[in-house]
């Protein structure tokens, strides 16, 4: 091997570790920029309900025409800041949810049960936190996991337990098979 071919691999072995991060942090801030977007859409979406219903119980023969506003009496300002006070407060709820000593090893933002959440992996259990939904699963517990790919809609993640079958989708597919490798291994060291 040429020293110029050492030095390649010498460099490629030390930028490794570095893509490898920066590409968990493109994924994790790409799962919160979708996050976000998703509450816009579901805000546009009142809106135009609101201004619907507005408009069928308005007068046929009113001329006089009222100014726009949301039906929440919320702006996409107000909205966008209701989202981040929703994702403060679930953060909060699972900071709660922790028992004392309980790390946390791995997190995605998730849906489940139609809810938009938070899947967070302890050295304990699989939990899943939501603004009205809150699930948590002891790895001990877990049955068996299973991961179905889906190109365009993220990945989905089945945990079956003696309690039933959770689903969690909208992952990413990389960063969801980590988390079902990681929910595998917790469950199977729990096991033995």
């Not at 001329?63 to 929440?72: I, K, L, N, Y």
């Not at 790895?139 to 889906?150: L, N």
Request: charged letters at 35%; a neutral charge.
């Amino acid at each position: 091997m040429s020293p110029t071919e050492d030095k390649r691999d010498a460099v490629e072995a030390a930028a490794r570790p570095l893509r490898e991060r920066w590409l968990a942090e493109a994924g994790q801030l790409a799962e919160a920029e979708k996050a976000l977007r998703q509450a816009d859409r579901e805000h546009d979406r009142a809106l135009r309900k609101g201004r619907r219903l507005r408009l069928a119980r308005r007068p046929s023969h009113s001329s006089e025409r009222e100014p726009e506003t949301p039906a929440d009496g919320m702006d996409a300002a107000g909205h966008r800041s209701r989202a981040i006070a929703e994702t403060r407060t679930m953060l909060g709820d699972l900071g709660g949810l922790l028992a004392e000593g309980e790390e946390v090893l791995d997190m995605a933002a998730g849906i489940s049960a139609g809810h938009d959440g938070v899947l967070v992996v302890t050295d304990r259990r699989l939990i899943f936190v939501a603004p009205r939904r809150t699930l948590s699963v002891r790895h001990e517990d877990i049955d068996r996991v299973e991961m179905r790919g889906r190109r365009w809609l993220g990945t989905r993640i089945s945990v079956f337990s003696p309690e039933g079958r959770a689903t969690f989708s909208g992952i990413r597919a990389p960063h969801a098979s980590e988390l079902a490798d990681l929910l595998e291994e917790r469950s199977a060291v729990s096991a033995g």
